[in-house]
């Protein structure tokens, strides 16, 4: 769902908990042919939350196979200040 007009990162109405427990993993294509293995959900050291893989493929140029690395995170903009909890403020503080 695309954000509204002036909302800057619509995540803010999810919880880490909520990502952690209901993030499924991403099927990839490139080119036209899917990639073997899926992105899977994870938390980078940055706390930002998102999806990664690392894997070798195959792509084809000019009719011949190369090779290559794949090297993907998708990132969950605004996902770093984002509660535990949904009563969390998002200073970090919980509610009273």
Not at 19 to 30: G, S, V
Not at 81 to 94: F, H, I, K, V
Request: charged letters at 25%.
């Amino acid at each position: 769902m695309p954000a509204k007009k002036g909302e800057r990162y619509p995540c803010r109405n999810m919880t880490r908990k909520e990502f952690r427990k209901h993030a499924e993993d991403l099927a990839i294509t490139i080119g036209g042919d899917k990639v073997p293995n899926l992105a899977r959900p994870r938390e980078y050291k940055t706390l930002s939350l998102g999806w990664s893989t690392a894997q070798k493929i195959y792509v084809k140029v000019n009719g011949k196979w190369v090779l290559c690395q794949l090297n993907m995170n998708i990132t969950v903009l605004g996902s770093k200040a984002l509660p535990d909890n949904p009563e969390d403020n998002s200073d970090g503080q919980t509610a009273a």
